[in-house]
């Protein structure tokens, strides 16, 4: 049974930092891309980070380089999205994400989650101003 759980989201106050955690089972997780997506109210999911099976590529949305960073614990299999510098407009229910494929890192850069196999239930991040 595949099971994605997302973890440490909240409420934080504009340039605070939060860590996003995705315990992930019933997968090969080390042999898995994984990646972070994001959906706001009203719009349409986006592609948050990305990262190749064994941690080595990295990929990001412009609106996040430089304030997140992902990465991936392949001992523990975990996932986690280490946010700072933290804006409103980054408030959305996040969902972990894997991709269970020998060729998941040719669609990592792209940041789009059709090519992912599983997916959790999310976690709600809310920035205030």
């Known amino acids: 049974q595949v099971q994605l759980v997302e973890s440490g989201g909240g409420s934080v106050q504009a340039g605070g930092s939060l860590t996003l955690s995705c315990a992930a089972s019933?997968?090969?997780?080390?042999?898995?891309?994984m990646g972070w997506f994001r959906q706001a109210p009203g719009k349409e999911r986006e592609g948050v980070a990305t990262i190749s099976s064994g941690g080595g590529s990295t990929y990001y949305a412009d609106s996040v380089k430089g304030r997140f960073t992902i990465s991936k614990d392949n001992a523990k299999n975990t996932l986690y999205l280490q946010m700072d510098s933290l804006k409103p407009e980054d408030t959305a229910m996040y969902y972990c994400?894997?991709?269970?494929?020998?060729?998941?890192?040719?669609?990592?850069?792209?940041?789009?989650?059709?090519?992912?196999?599983?997916w959790g239930q999310g976690t709600q991040v809310t920035v205030s101003s």
């Open positions: 019933g997968i090969p997780y080390s042999r898995s891309c």
């Open positions: 994400a894997a991709a269970v494929s020998p060729y998941c890192y040719i669609y990592l850069s792209s940041l789009t989650g059709q090519h992912f196999n599983y």
